[in-house]
């Protein structure tokens, strides 16, 4: 029974203890130095229930002296290891023992110096360290023990504290099978304590509070079905809001060692009640979690509390059209690239785009002949942001004989690509309007190519730094164009049915507009035609957006892409046509990673 009365499961949470393997994993080396220093010996023992399973040893060839202190400690000499296999064939084999089974989880005692030893073989050889998650059993000790139960937490200390038969020698094998019982000491130690689980185990050195202790009971009785679960305080006001595939075990990790983050563990302390919402699917659990916290704001959840602010670049409609970064998207046929999470990166697009064609920067307004004087206007109402006055506001002469009200600062600085001067009508300036226009909704290789010359140039002249703003804009301007399209792509589709195979039945969403209008499982046994037309006629009726953006926030109707993209996603019935222009920014998608290092997106 745990404290507080609560009986906890091992199943409830992660990966059971019971059903877990670890490989626990000894090396002895020729110093401390992971990249000065070699290894001689590996030791590791396979475990899983609390039973080895199997043993793996070997000495290795470090291919240089192993000096006299080493010797002394660890009994290895240079005529033991003359023999021995080198670490370019020790290694593949170790890395094999650990990958024998999935989700094995390695296990020894200071970690860190061995997984350093590994890590650096591993950079060597030129393989990549597949990153295993890693138990550390002297950590672990330092937190489970309290001070003064034992006078160090060194392995031959822990290892008569608990008992354990194989004492340690410095060999491998043998402090291997050593840091065995101390692991299973020590689970054993933690186990009237609530913790079943991989993760609670590896979480453990910062155990839970009373408070996440004392609210185990809220878990009990939610059902183990995907869905949303709202915290609620005393007054029932929502705390935090989250999604899972299993609402049971979710909620109930939040009252264990598992969970360790501070935020999270200071609300423990003011919830009062679980409201779970079970879903059909974890689309829909994952739709109804974003619209949840966009309507409530909970204060415990940091990301997606405010999906609403955004920042979109587009075209105004003036005569002489310009780049704006705005907060809303509004009708009219304008373009739009975006949303972006931040004013500083959209303003990175409007830049990338003013590389790329020569429109003007300035907000004043062109005032055709023969219109009446007033007061300087500034186009959208006020001035621009940072503008700044360097002479008297005087009307500057347009093309044919018309005017800019106020005085266009940034053509005083020869940065304004406006025709101020008379010298570009406005049909020749609709040409530049219209091939930016073009790169914002279709083809932005025009950007592309203009950036990557200049990119090349920098470079040439080992400008590296210059050229990384540059990649930096037009990375900006290439994942709000590619998000605006696939945007703009499914707000036009007014209707459209998918599913994808689960394990409980044929998952089934109708999306329209962009935003999930239903969802539901077609479970074996039901009449299909009959599922269908009662899931099609209960469907949200959902009206167009503003401009050419799905009626939905920008998150869900991401959401709904990236599920329907799935291979496993089947198309039933759509109205309209569902596409992306031929050549458009999804054909960049390599180069929108530039700034982050990542791989390709799919």
Request: hydrophobic letters at 40%; charged letters at 20%.
């Amino acid at each position: 029974m745990a404290p507080d009365g609560v009986q906890t499961s091992i199943d409830d949470l992660g990966t059971p203890l019971a059903a877990a393997t670890f490989v626990v994993l000894d090396l002895e080396t020729t110093g401390t130095s992971a990249s000065g220093s070699r290894i001689t010996e590996v030791g590791a023992v396979r475990v899983r229930g609390g039973e080895v399973v199997e043993e793996f040893s070997t000495l290795v060839d470090p291919g240089t002296p192993i000096p006299a202190n080493i010797t002394l400690l660890t009994g290895i000499t240079q005529s033991m290891v003359a023999s021995a296999p080198p670490v370019e064939e020790v290694l593949p084999r170790v890395l094999a023992f650990l990958d024998a089974e999935p989700g094995t989880v390695l296990v020894a005692h200071n970690a860190a110096f061995d997984t350093g030893f590994l890590k650096a073989a591993c950079e060597r050889q030129g393989r990549e360290w597949p990153g295993y998650p890693v138990l550390d059993t002297l950590r672990l000790a330092r937190a489970v023990l309290h001070r003064g139960e034992t006078r160090n937490h060194r392995l031959a200390t822990l290892a008569a504290y608990f008992g354990v038969a194989a004492a340690p020698t410095h060999r491998a094998l043998d402090d291997a099978r050593a840091t065995v019982g101390v692991l299973l000491g020590l689970i054993e130690r933690l186990r009237p304590l609530g913790v079943s689980s991989v993760e609670e185990l590896r979480a453990v050195t910062k155990p839970p509070t009373r408070a996440q202790r004392a609210r185990r009971h809220l878990a009990e009785g939610l059902p183990e079905e995907p869905g949303v679960y709202v915290f609620t305080d005393a007054r029932g006001a929502s705390l935090y809001v989250g999604k899972s595939k299993n609402l049971r075990r979710r909620v109930a990790a939040y009252f264990t060692a598992a969970e360790n983050r501070r935020r999270i563990r200071e609300m423990a302390g003011l919830v009062e009640g679980v409201t779970p919402i079970v879903c059909s699917s974890e689309l829909e659990a994952s739709v109804r979690e974003l619209r949840i916290i966009a309507e409530r704001k909970p204060p415990f959840n940091r990301r997606s509390r405010n999906p609403e602010r955004v920042w979109w670049v587009t075209l105004t409609s003036d005569a002489y059209p310009r780049l704006s970064v705005v907060r809303v998207v509004r009708g009219g046929g304008a373009p739009y690239i975006g949303p972006y999470s931040s004013a500083r990166e959209a303003e990175q697009a409007r830049e990338a785009l003013l590389l790329a064609f020569p429109l003007r920067q300035c907000t004043h307004t062109f005032v055709p002949p023969g219109e009446g004087g007033g007061a300087p206007r500034v186009a959208g109402g006020g001035r621009a942001a940072g503008a700044v006055d360097l002479g008297p506001r005087v009307p500057v002469r347009g093309p044919g004989g018309g005017r800019w009200r106020g005085a266009c600062v940034l053509a005083q600085l020869g940065r304004c690509g406006a025709p101020c001067d008379g010298s570009e009508s406005a049909a020749d300036y609709a040409v530049h309007a219209g091939a930016a226009r073009s790169a914002m909704t279709g083809d932005p290789s025009a950007v592309v190519e203009a950036h990557t010359a200049r990119i090349a140039e920098l470079a040439a002249e080992l400008r590296y730094e210059e050229a990384a703003g540059v990649r930096d804009r037009l990375t900006a301007f290439l994942r709000g164009a590619r998000r605006a399209q696939r945007l703009a792509a499914i707000a036009a589709v007014p209707h459209l049915v998918a599913s994808r195979r689960t394990g409980a039945g044929w998952e089934t969403c109708v999306v329209r507009r962009g935003r999930l209008a239903g969802s539901a499982v077609l479970r074996p046994g039901t009449d299909p035609a009959a599922f269908l037309a009662s899931l099609v006629a209960t469907a949200e009726y959902v009206p167009p957006g503003e401009g050419p953006f799905p009626s939905a926030l920008p998150g869900e109707a991401e959401l709904v892409l990236d599920w329907l993209a799935d291979p496993a996603t089947r198309l039933v019935e759509i109205d309209g046509e569902w596409t992306c222009p031929l050549g458009g920014a999804e054909a960049h998608t390599r180069m929108t990673h530039w700034a982050h290092g990542r791989a390709s997106a799919q």
